[in-house]
């Protein structure tokens, strides 16, 4: 071995230069990179609050500015939104509209904010880059407009109002009662979104332009209808009489349109046909009916049962309100033939009325209806009502004194007592709404609901609505020596049209109702005619459970009141919950059990006092 291989070996491992080199190059690139982004913090320090260099907008240089300046300097040199010009153009009619007042918006200092924070965002390598890129050789950037579609439309819808006009058919026109014709008209109306559509590109180039409001004609397919006019005149040449059919005394009517009125209803009628479209003169329909619909009131009624009071003696029904037939005017008919009468020259014209026969008539007996003897009963107790309540009961408790319930159907208590206003004789009693116990019209109809429910209940039919007061009330909880808790829960409001109470006659019998009202015992009977098919009642109820005291009083300030005056507008009631079943059974089998459940909130007493009251003597007596 010689001795130059031997030094090879001893030497070791030889290391390329070649990673020496890569390692200083990748030192060389931090510390160069290093420099950079110091050398651009030191750039960036030196133009802090400023705008760096060779920066501009829309040509504008804002260089080494800062941004109050280069606000100020954009909104001097871009004045397009408020120096442009748009022009909109109809035919020889002309609209000139500047760029801001159709929603183009340029924010100066927004702008001028932009154009501040180009080379502060990023990361450092990309801050500096940019810096040095723009001060090398410069940066232009875009201006931001802002476009509001909405401010355009707007413009535009002005426009479309001086521009637009109808279409117009021929017409007949009146003078009186003579008839002349107006020519047609052909319509124009500006397509919005087709004007609208190249507006924002307009815009957005901040040029001058113009744009044509785009038009969009319809002629009218009738010009002419002088040959009309003949037949309108005839028509206008007598009052048109309406009258009931075989009308005797005291019967409403007979209804007269003075030519004067006739012609305000004339129409002409478009019929199409092969040579085209034509108008025929026919009766406006909507220029009669109003006054149909008037008389269509008048002549309403509604058909009627005829109404019994069942004779325990004798066992037979006796009649104390006759049967009423149904009567309506069908004023879709009245008004063909009317139109048809017209044209033919008659002007004495007959309504068209519909009939309906009630389905128990006064000869009825209670045998054939199924009403046959005493089914259910039930009085109810109010001592203490007012004088207005007691009204109410006896008003509303008199809507169903002989009343017929047919077999299977829902009857809605509602529905059968109607109206509850003033005019039907009602008084202003306490009522319970918005969770207030306040003075309104028929305080005291739901003393009759409550004992209609009872009889239901106690006669086993089917209860469908019920709703609870929504705490415990006092009358309703009288029997004849007192009070009797288990009667809690056994109430029913109704409030008309809103809340209702409803039961089903589920027997094959009529059902016939007789309430009596007693002032002086101040109850209320309710009772029930039928045939009974051998059905029972059974009921148990929890009594008041979960009883809640009444909150402490309230004390408010009533502006109508006088100084020192008080007055109890609310009083208190325990709250509590009440369940109560019923099983009805007939020939020993369950027929159904339905559960009445009712919570009823606590109640606290109200107070009103007039302003400068001292009612701290009472709060503390309290």
Known sequence: ????????????????????????????????????????????????????????????????????????????????????????????????????????????????????????????????????????????????????????????????????????????????????????????????????????????????????????????????????????????SAPLVLQLPDAGEGSPGPWTIEPQQLAQMLALQRVADPAGASYQVELNLSGLRPTLEQAAQQIYRLQENARFIFNDDTRQLEVIEKAVTGRALDIEATLANTQQKLLEGEHSIQLAIDTTEPEVGDNARGGSLGITELVSVHTSHFRGSSQARMQNIEMAAARFHGLLVPPGAIFSMAEAMGNVSLDEGYAEALIIFGGRTIKGVGGGVCQVSTTLFRTVFLGGFPVIERNPHAYRVGYYEQNSGGYDSNLAGLDATVFVPVVDFKFQNDTPYWLLMETYFNPKNQTLTWKFYSTSDGRTVEWDTSGPTNVVEPPDPLYEENPDLAEGEIKQVDWAAEGADVTITRTVTRNGQVLFTDTFTTHYQPWRDIYQYGPGTDIDDIQNSD
Do not use: C, H
């Open 1 to 236: 071995m010689s001795a130059t291989s031997a030094a090879k070996r001893n030497a070791g491992p030889q290391i390329s230069p070649l990673p020496k080199f890569l390692t200083a190059l990748a030192i060389g690139v931090v510390l160069f990179l290093a420099l950079l982004v110091g050398a651009g913090s030191l750039y960036a320090f030196s133009f802090s609050g400023l705008i760096y260099p060779g920066i501009s907008m829309a040509g504008i240089d804002l260089s080494g500015l800062r941004v109050d300046e280069a606000e100020q300097l954009l909104a001097s040199r871009l004045t397009f939104p408020t120096s442009g010009k748009i022009v909109f153009q109809d035919g020889e009619a002309v609209w000139v509209a500047k760029p801001g007042e159709l929603g183009l918006i340029f924010d100066a200092q927004a702008n001028a904010q932009a154009a501040y924070q180009f080379g502060r965002q990023g990361n450092p390598l990309l801050r500096t880059y940019r810096r040095l890129a723009a001060w090398y050789s410069g940066r232009n950037l875009s201006p931001q407009f802002t476009y509001d579609e909405r401010q355009g439309a707007a413009y535009l819808a002005g426009l479309a109002k001086q521009v637009d006009r109808p279409t117009i058919e021929a017409a007949l026109n009146l003078n009186g009662t003579q008839v002349s014709v107006t020519p047609g008209q052909i319509g124009r109306q500006v397509d919005l979104p087709a004007t609208l559509a190249p507006l924002e590109g307009q815009l957005l180039s901040m040029a001058d332009g113009i744009l044509t409001l785009v038009v969009n004609e319809s002629p009218p397919e009738i010009l002419d209808a002088s040959q009309q006019a003949e037949t309108a005149q005839k028509i206008l």
